[in-house]
């Protein structure tokens, strides 16, 4: 009986440390959001060091990037986890739009093939994640068919989510109309760029995960 | 259930021989295409014309997306409603599709094949 106490415990412990030590934090949106810029400011915030190159060409992530351990601090507590960066989820990869940005044919279509089986691997990864930050632009139209089946299925899958405004120091940004548009979540306006409102970030990421 | 053949085309009934020896083309790859969706693709598939290189080149791309495992010699059934290759270089998502998590490949019933693109992730995640 008391063998059987003792390994009931072990268990308990167990799981508890080890899902504290595991907790994936995935980086999720469309193309050129500011995943990797965000994850940057992470890491650089707290590690001092870059996670990933970004480009103005769309989909410069094309395969999952993980830093692990990263712990943050914010009013006396300590987060720790494993950050997640994923490429862009998109509907439709055309070759055309990199040669158009001024890649060669060749790097384009190779580009184009990478980017869609990044896509898949980027959605099954998500039953990898114990928590799901979305980067949106907030200069672009917030009703678009990858937002919407990102946000419902994270939904769906019972995912914790805080959704990200990005490029929130553009002037065409509207962080009021991302909110409109997904009422139910907190929604952070932010430059990941220039690290603006950051701070609230690591706020609202602490509430959802801390 | 229709099958063509990713090289050249061609449509076959299931259990057809070319699906098992690989196509008159010499093709081993085929898209698996649902009974409903014949029609539709019918009519992509005469709108677009591709040139026998820009075949290859998509046949290649179909390869490498599904993964390293194949054995190009035998025979493979795709079923990529997920991911529509229209020409080398330009694809079509269907998010929703791969939401929901359904095999992205099929093997036929006498086919010597079982390739799931999602379980290939897994492995591939572990490493």
């Known amino acids: ?210 | 259930m229709p099958h063509q053949c990713v090289r050249c085309n061609t449509f076959y009934e299931d259990g057809a021989q070319e699906l098992l020896k690989g196509c008159s083309c010499s093709g081993k790859l085929f898209f698996y295409i649902k009974k409903e969706k014949l029609d539709e693709m019918k009519k992509i598939t005469e709108g677009i014309k591709l040139t026998d290189k820009e075949k290859e080149q998509i046949e290649q791309d179909v390869f490498d997306l599904v993964g390293s495992e194949i054995d190009k010699d035998q025979p493979v059934i795709l079923d990529l409603e997920a991911i529509k290759v229209l020409r080398p270089g330009k694809y079509e998502l269907d998010l929703v599709h791969l939401f929901k998590k359904e095999p992205l490949i099929f093997k036929i019933e006498d086919g010597k094949y079982m390739i799931d693109l999602i379980q290939s992730f897994q492995k591939f995640s572990k490493k």
């Open chain 1, 1 to 210: 009986m008391i063998n059987i106490i003792k390994a009931f415990i072990n268990k308990v412990l167990r799981s508890l440390f080890k899902k504290k030590k595991n907790i994936r934090l995935g980086l999720y949106g469309p193309p050129n959001g500011g995943k990797t810029t965000l994850a940057n400011r992470i890491c650089k915030d707290w590690l001092g060091e870059d996670m990933g190159t970004v480009s103005n060409i769309a989909h410069e992530t094309r395969e999952i990037q993980i830093k692990e351990q990263i712990s943050i601090k914010s009013k006396g507590k300590e987060l720790t986890f494993n950050l997640v960066d994923t490429p862009g989820i998109a509907t439709k990869i055309d070759y055309e739009d990199f040669v158009k940005a001024g890649l060669k044919e060749k790097q384009a279509k190779q580009r184009a093939k990478e980017a869609t089986k990044g896509v898949v691997d980027a959605i099954k990864w998500l039953d990898e994640m114990d928590t799901v930050i979305i980067i949106l632009d907030a200069t672009k139209d917030p009703y678009t068919q990858v937002n919407i089946t990102i946000v419902g299925n994270l939904q769906a899958r019972n995912i914790p989510v805080l959704i990200v405004a990005n490029k929130s120091d553009l002037k065409k940004a509207d962080v009021k109309k991302v909110q409109a548009a997904y009422p139910q979540y907190n929604v952070i306006g932010i430059s990941a760029k220039f690290g603006n409102n950051i701070d609230k970030f690591y706020e609202g990421l602490f509430a959802l995960a801390g």
